[in-house]
């Protein structure tokens, strides 16, 4: 069954125009609300974050209004980054986590991601639940007046995202006088993020901290990792941090201004806590991870699976397999012993950590050699095009072409209108030749 309104990451789309309006958050916020309440008929509780975007201040009252009136106590909690919302959702034992936001999207896009009591995202099994309950008629999902939920702002939960995260590593870790260029995107994490290093006492150089509900990722952020490259070069820093608008990814300069992505972090983080005996099982990637990494895990004796695309389905592959590492090449990187999602911070602290007695981030990193990688993005009005006959006869041709000499993936975007075209080869040539094959067929 094809769900209506999830994607592979929540619900995202452009804001006042399908679904991402009031009328619809509010129909949400009373479908996820109701469904939580039938679990147990006793008064539940519901905790919300967000982004920085302008259409938040629009989207989080309507959704306020359904939660409550389906009978859920409410918590809103400001911006905070994804897995803040996660984690607190698990500590303050919340029955529902539900973070707005569209991620590494531009401000016209906004969304929702829901999280359960274990801090997990829901499962495609109960979204389409919740879906059902949407278009459902209202009238039946309210509940009476006198048990109608109550909404409280809890003021402190940067602060207390900042304990957790902290608790994860030794009392002693420091990071004084060691200077870093961290990169906000203008998203949620504009204020923890700086913060949280400072606190640790290093040098904190911060751009991307100027929300203005308009500037989110816009030329900032991990899409955009040229930023953090020039300004590590400009103030000499020892290592430049990305994030993107929830804080869920991150993307990484060294001290020379070479970029690091998710692939190339996942292998160093595989490889030490391999040595330091803290690596459980393997690593899951997803369809997207490049093959490089996989022939340098088997190289090395580490198990490599693949996931589709979505922390959401590299986190379930985990629990499968019980592995505690996992990611996607855009930097989404979930460390298992410690999150339930992605969470650029933790991620930044763990490399940090590896960094405390003075090794350089270029000393850790690039431990493998990608397979050349090419990603075309075609905007289209209607993803089901990949399922016409021309396309799938494209598809077929450009793997047969591209036989033993590489790999093509084709694949709707789960977050965008767009349709992702992947080759990878050592073949530059062939791989563009691949692409082209597929492209024409869409429109």
């Not at 690593?283 to 699976?305: A, D, Q, R």
Request: charged share 25%; with cysteine.
């Amino acid at each position: 069954m094809t769900k209506k309104y999830f994607g592979t990451d929540g619900i995202r789309g452009t804001v006042n125009k399908g679904n991402i309006n009031g009328e619809m958050f509010f129909k949400f916020g009373l479908a996820a609300g109701t469904y939580f309440k039938n679990l147990r008929k006793t008064k539940q509780t519901a905790i919300i974050s967000k982004d920085t975007r302008l259409s938040g201040y629009t989207l989080e009252p309507a959704l306020v209004s359904g939660l409550a009136s389906a009978g859920m106590h409410v918590y809103t909690l400001g911006p905070l980054p994804t897995n803040g919302l996660a984690m607190l959702t698990k500590f303050m034992k919340a029955n529902l986590g539900i973070m707005i936001t569209a991620s590494h999207n531009l401000f016209y896009d906004n969304g929702l991601k829901l999280f359960g009591p274990d801090g997990l995202k829901l499962s495609d099994k109960i979204e389409k639940k919740i879906e059902k309950l949407i278009d459902s008629k209202i009238i039946k999902n309210l509940s009476k007046p006198e048990k109608l939920g109550r909404v409280k702002r809890l003021e402190d939960s940067n602060n207390r995202y900042i304990k957790i995260l902290k608790s994860n590593f030794p009392n002693n870790f420091k990071l004084n006088g060691l200077k870093i260029v961290i990169d906000c995107a203008n998203g949620a994490g504009y204020k923890l993020g700086p913060k949280l290093l400072k606190s640790l006492g290093a040098k904190v150089i911060s751009i991307g901290t100027s929300p203005n509900g308009l500037n989110i990722n816009e030329n900032c952020g991990s899409t955009y990792p040229h930023k953090i490259q020039s300004a590590v070069r400009k103030y000499k820093a020892k290592l430049g941090i990305s994030l993107d608008g929830d804080a869920d990814r991150i993307i990484l300069s060294d001290e020379k201004g070479r970029i690091i992505n998710g692939d190339q972090i996942i292998a160093m983080l595989a490889t030490r806590w391999k040595r330091k005996k803290m690596l459980k099982g393997g690593v899951i990637g997803t369809l997207m991870s490049n093959y490089g990494l996989e022939k340098y895990f088997k190289k090395i004796k580490i198990k490599f699976y693949r996931a589709n695309v979505g922390d959401r389905y590299v986190k379930e592959k985990m629990q499968k397999y019980k592995f505690n590492l996992g990611g996607e090449q855009s930097g989404h990187i979930i460390l298992g012993k410690f999150a339930t999602t992605g969470d650029g911070l933790l991620v930044a602290l763990e490399i940090l950590f590896s960094m405390r007695k003075g090794k350089n981030a270029s000393e850790l990193f690039n431990v493998f050699k990608p397979i050349p990688q090419i990603l075309k993005n075609i905007v289209v009005r209607d993803k089901s095009i990949i399922n016409s006959p021309n396309c799938k006869k494209a598809i077929r041709e450009a793997n047969q072409l591209i036989k033993n000499n590489g790999r093509m993936l084709v694949r709707k975007s789960g977050t965008e209108p767009k349709i992702r075209i992947m080759g990878e080869s050592d073949n530059k040539k062939l791989i563009q030749k691949c692409i082209n094959i597929v492209k024409k067929t869409i429109k």
